[in-house]
């Protein structure tokens, strides 16, 4: 990776040029007066987000040119900024964009200097998605959290704040600024597909003040906070990527329920809001997706919770906005509404020519556009970016996945992790009395680059805690001979470990942990996602609630096994029973300790 000085020398001239007088504190005039040279294919490009396949900006690997040259028309991430001025560019993993801190770091100082060194060029807004738990963009080394609804379970402002802050700093470090995080949804729905164990839980004032501290985290470390996804996606039991959810709440339980979090995080300042792809009838009847929608973007959001930041579409290629309009019509319409950002678009060719053409025939006015130009422009000045986009070798090596960043994500996963159940005093487990331990149970990819399985992981904790533990994976729906193999093996030791992953009815994750009790071993669950799991399971005698299977969730449930530390946490969601959903059998705030 070049050192900062090279890389700023070479664009100095550039940025100098074009951006005299702007500062983090840049008025709007002096913002408008760089609106007022751009051209108008430049202006229709500062407006769109997207992805690009591979590991540097120049230079990707010969897959990724073909991937970019089938979907976007481009061989790389500097053609694609030269050919559409795209205002920012997302990070998946999947593309390839992730591999390292270092390559992250080069990868985007390769995106800043390729858009600075064009004719009136500007800094890039480079997001991810980096939510932590189940979704995460950027893996070990980074310094790894518990996903919010961990963070609910442990009702701690502070360390809300404090991951906000170092995944933040960490981000920057990287060439990154605007995270789309936090999840501001209140889940009320234990069926929600799609935003469960993302949402700090259910009561939408606890909800609020860890959206709220998040914000103020990753604010102060200069990386854009993005509330999502308004004006709510709690309540639902479809997922917007493959379908079109329906939110039936009135306009009171939306009041009071869903806008609450969104409120906070405007009141704590936060720099962008990301839509959803949901209808809601109560809010707007005329069967669009609120992403698309102008009472609920510009009458709700704008008008009656009086928010000025930069508002952004989820991902254009979702099922949920794709529906009802083609994806020619769905940028333009999003613009109308009043979204400022549009997201990933499935052809970025045929969205960004749909709102050129929009602004030519005249159904889009240039000064719309400038409108959301402006926001944009805003974010990028208050973030830092007209002065100083780039990232350094130094500042990796200085912030991420240092020794007291991981410190701090340990000490916040052990603040989480809830003992539901704890018949006859199980847990903790003695290293003299119940030695050698089997973990079993589902192990589901890991969602964020780390170690993984969760079977092994567990079992590797529990050893260093001075168990003698064995891993046998028996993953989300074992076969009859994988649950014989397994209870065989279970009358070999001295207790059982069972990782359960969104039990149902009629799983055979539930024959599994029935079988293994009937061994007379002590069988010690953990539900690794949704806390729900111990309803369908109510003879096991220990259940432990982990809300994600990452390594430093995990690692924290094998400490309050061995005793190392108490159960701290708390259900932020309520947990109905099996047989009579109508009756709550664990209410928020249920939480055993030792």
């Keep these: 990776m070049p050192s900062r000085r090279t890389v700023l020398a070479a664009t100095v001239g550039v940025t100098a040029s074009l951006a005299v007088g702007v500062t983090a504190h840049a008025d709007d005039q002096t913002l408008r007066a760089l609106i007022s040279r751009m051209s108008l294919p430049e202006k229709v490009g500062q407006l769109f987000v997207m992805r690009v396949y591979g590991h540097s900006a120049t230079a990707p690997d010969q897959a990724d040119i073909d991937a970019n040259l089938s979907e976007i028309g481009v061989r790389t991430a500097a053609e694609l900024i030269a050919k559409y001025r795209v205002g920012g560019i997302i990070y998946f993993t999947w593309a390839h964009n992730t591999r390292d801190p270092h390559q992250i770091a080069a990868l985007s100082n390769g995106i800043q200097k390729a858009s600075l060194g064009r004719p009136r060029g500007l800094p890039v807004l480079i997001a991810t998605?980096?939510?932590?738990?189940?979704?995460?963009?950027?893996?070990?080394?980074?310094?790894?959290?518990?996903?919010?609804?961990?963070?609910?379970?442990?009702?701690?402002?502070?360390?809300?704040?404090?991951?906000?802050?170092?995944?933040?700093?960490?981000?920057?470090?990287?060439?990154?600024?605007?995270?789309?995080?936090?999840?501001?949804?209140?889940?009320?729905?234990?069926?929600?597909?799609?935003?469960?164990?993302?949402?700090?839980?259910?009561?939408?004032?606890a909800v609020a003040g860890l959206v709220a501290a998040e914000v103020k985290g990753y604010q102060g470390s200069r990386v854009a906070a993005t509330a999502k996804h308004f004006p709510g996606h709690g309540d639902t039991a479809v997922d917007s990527h493959f379908g079109f959810p329906v939110i039936t709440h009135s306009r009171e339980v939306w009041g009071k329920l869903d806008a609450v979090p969104f409120r906070a995080a405007i009141g704590s300042g936060i720099?962008?809001?990301?839509?959803?792809?949901?209808?809601?009838?109560?809010?707007?009847?005329?069967?669009?997706?609120?992403?698309?929608?102008?009472?609920?973007?510009?009458?709700?959001?704008?008008?009656?919770?009086?928010?000025?930041?930069?508002?952004?579409?989820?991902?254009?290629?979702?099922?949920?906005?794709?529906?009802?309009?083609?994806?020619?019509?769905?940028?333009?319409?999003?613009?109308?509404?009043?979204?400022?950002?549009?997201?990933?678009?499935?052809?970025?060719?045929?969205?960004?020519?749909?709102?050129?053409?929009?602004?030519?025939?005249?159904?889009?006015?240039?000064?719309?556009?400038?409108?959301?130009?402006?926001?944009?422009?805003?974010?990028?000045?208050?973030?830092?970016?007209?002065?100083?986009?780039?990232?350094?070798?130094?500042?990796?090596?200085?912030?991420?996945?240092?020794?007291?960043?991981?410190?701090?994500?340990?000490?916040?996963?052990?603040?989480?992790?809830?003992?539901?159940?704890?018949?006859?005093?199980?847990?903790?487990?003695?290293?003299?009395?119940?030695?050698?331990v089997l973990v079993v149970g589902a192990d589901p990819a890991s969602p964020t680059g780390t170690t993984g399985p969760p079977t092994g992981v567990l079992a590797a904790a529990l050893g260093e805690l001075g168990f003698t533990a064995t891993a046998r994976s028996t993953g989300t729906d074992p076969s009859a001979a994988t649950i014989t193999a397994a209870v065989a093996a279970a009358r070999e030791v001295d207790a059982v470990v069972v990782a359960t992953y969104n039990v149902t009815a009629g799983s055979s994750q539930k024959t599994l942990v029935e079988q293994l009790l009937t061994t007379g071993k002590p069988v010690v669950a953990i539900a690794v996602r949704n806390p729900y799991d111990v309803a369908q399971l109510p003879s096991v005698p220990a259940y432990l609630a982990s809300y994600s299977w990452t390594d430093v969730e995990l690692r924290a449930a094998a400490r309050v096994i061995a005793g190392r530390v108490g159960p701290r946490g708390k259900l932020p969601v309520a947990v109905q029973r099996a047989d009579d959903p109508a009756q709550v059998l664990y209410p928020i705030g249920h939480g055993l300790s030792y």
């Design 129 to 205: 998605d980096q939510e932590h738990g189940i979704v995460c963009r950027v893996g070990a080394p980074a310094t790894l959290f518990p996903g919010a609804m961990a963070i609910g379970a442990g009702g701690s402002l502070t360390d809300a704040r404090a991951l906000g802050r170092i995944s933040g700093a960490e981000l920057r470090a990287m060439g990154v600024n605007q995270d789309y995080s936090p999840d501001a949804d209140v889940n009320v729905n234990p069926a929600n597909p799609v935003i469960g164990v993302r949402s700090f839980g259910a009561d939408p004032d």
């Design 271 to 436: 720099d962008s809001i990301m839509t959803a792809h949901i209808m809601v009838p109560a809010l707007d009847d005329s069967g669009d997706p609120a992403t698309l929608s102008h009472p609920i973007l510009t009458g709700i959001l704008r008008g009656e919770l009086g928010y000025d930041g930069v508002v952004i579409t989820d991902s254009l290629g979702m099922e949920g906005v794709r529906q009802k309009y083609g994806d020619d019509r769905v940028p333009v319409l999003a613009l109308k509404a009043g979204v400022d950002q549009l997201l990933n678009p499935p052809s970025l060719d045929i969205a960004w020519n749909a709102v050129l053409k929009a602004v030519q025939d005249g159904e889009l006015t240039e000064a719309r556009l400038d409108e959301s130009i402006l926001r944009v422009l805003r974010l990028k000045a208050r973030l830092g970016l007209f002065k100083d986009p780039y990232a350094t070798e130094a500042g990796v090596d200085r912030t991420v996945g240092t020794p007291a960043h991981l410190a701090a994500a340990d000490r916040i996963a052990e603040r989480t992790t809830t003992l539901l159940v704890n018949s006859a005093g199980l847990l903790p487990l003695s290293r003299r009395t119940h030695e050698k």
